[in-house]
Each structure stands twice: as structure tokens, then as C-alpha cells.
């Protein structure tokens, strides 16, 4: 998705949805907060996010009941309230719609793998400032450069093996960042309705470089190991056999954070690739990159912060 004047202009409205996930925003509010007229925000609106301010605003609300519903012990109707519905009617409805079943069977399944109190408290912190951004990261200027080098602080950490899914994509560079865009709402949404805990932002790895194409799998890092509960949704989430298990690795990886645009990430890996060799390292595999920074509420791309992950070994 460009990232284009409309997203410029539309960024305040978004900014308000996002500091306000249990309050219905009114057209007119958005239209306010972004200078434009009711009608011109709508248009734009869509064009930026592929949604109308009431799907983004209803999406976000409901996502935020489902991780209420499965991390803490409220009735449906204070979580309901707390999200911003009138009553308890018009939030099943609105959850049915969207994750295919009733709040109470989605509570009763409960999360697909056993999960810690403390990973269950960052997941709902993790949907809360997903949600807003899932479908804009890796928005793209028009005819933007990589810009100038930064300077990298670089380390090695030792990172413990962690589950995700994916989508893989074996695509040109021309459309990496159309991939990652059309996948990541998809992955959250499957993540969700399945009743996966989050775990980390999400991310994109590299998996095979070649001078055409590349393979890619974007996608979230989520809670625990085995397999998942037998709880069954009314019906299967639309494209989930898209979506696979993978295991991001663990072991030893350089890393960094890059600021700024993503056409400018090449930067930070030509950064790592350097250090890697410099200092008597050996690349172990793929690397990926995990989005920290929201661009709702960050507009400025040179506000922008992504962590880079390349995994190494000690010869």
C-alpha cells in the first residue's frame, strides 16, 4: 500500500481510532480530527486501509473483546460495555461476524496452547497495539529511495527457539512489500480467531534470496508448543490452509535496529552482513525483520523502528 498524501492526511483519524479502542468513533469525529469533510474522509479512509472508519473502528473493538474474553474472568456483557457496544446483543452480533462464532464458545475453547498469566497479559497488550496497524506496515512511498547509511549498534543475543505462522509468498522484489501487506491482516485475524496468544510483533523472514525471486513468510510469533486445542469454529477461517506453523530459531543471531523507512532496510542488513564476517561469525540461516514501531501513530517514517535478526554461529 503507497504510502501516499491520503495516508498523510487520513493518519489523525487513525491516530484517534488507535488512543481510543473501547470508544465507537462517529464519522464526523474522524472527519474532524483528520480537517476533511465527512465524505472525503470516507473516501479516503478506504482507499488507505481497505476498510470503512466503521469496519476499522468495529474491527478493533471486537478484537479487543476477544482478548478480554480469554484473559480475564469478566461477563460478556462488561466486556461488551468496556469495548464500547450498546449492549451485549450487538456485540455477539458484531463477534459473530467476525471470528464465526459466539463470545461464550470462543471463551469456552479457550487459547489453543497453554499459556503463562504473563503471556496471556501480553497478548491482549499485543492486540490492543496490533490491531490499529496490522494492514500498514510496510507501506511503500512512490519512487522513495534507500536514502542515506545510519550508523547500527549491533549485538549478539541468545534467543530461544519461538513458534509462529506464516504465510510464504515466493515473489519478485517488486511486490515483497504488497506480500507482506496482504498477509499480515490475514495471519493476525487467523492468530485470533484460532485463539493463538501473541507473542512478539510481527515480522517478516527471508528464507531464500535468489536473483529473481525471493521467499518470504511474514507473519506472527505466538505462545507455546504442541498441538492445538480441539475446539472447532463454525466454519474454517477463509484461506487458512494459507497459513502454516513454522519455528523461528534459536541459538545465537546479530541484531539490530533500523530507523526509518523500509525501503531503507537494505541498509541495516548490508550493516549486519558486514559485522557478521568482520568479526569472525558465520550467517546460520535466515534472517527476518520485526515491525516495533505503528505507523498509525507514528506518521514521520524516520520515526519508524524495525529490530533485524540474523542468526550466526562461532566457527
Known sequence: MPLTASFTRVQPALAFVSRRPHRESSLQALAAQAGLSAFHLHRLFVGVTGETPKQYTQRLRVCRGAALLLTSSRTVLDIALACGFESHETFTRAFRRHFRQSPRAYRRRGFALPVTAAAAHRHAALVRDIAPCIGLIHVR???????????????????????????????????????????????????????????????????????????????????????????ELAWPVTGEADVIEVTLPGGLAA??????????LSNAYGALEAWIEANGFTAAGAPWECYITDPAEHPDPKDWKTGVYWPVSKP
Open 141 to 231: 512511498r512512490p519512487g522513495a529511495s534507500p536514502g542515506a547509511v545510519m550508523s547500527y549498534s549491533i549485538e549478539v543475543q541468545d534467543l530461544a527457539p519461538q513458534l509462529a505462522l506464516v504465510v510464504r509468498h515466493r515473489v519478485p522484489r517488486s511486490e515483497i512489500a504488497t506480500a507482506i501487506g496482504s498477509s499480515l491482516p490475514h495471519v493476525f485475524h487467523y492468530a485470533q480467531a484460532r485463539g493463538y496468544a501473541l507473542a512478539e510483533k510481527p515480522f517478516t523472514r527471508y528464507v531464500q534470496v535468489g536473483a529473481g525471486l525471493m521467499t518470504i513468510e511474514p507473519g506472527m510469533q505466538v505462545v507455546g508448543s504442541g498441538s492445538p486445542t480441539a475446539g
Open 255 to 264: 541484531t539490530t535496529v533500523h530507523a526509518g523507512t523500509y525501503e531503507s
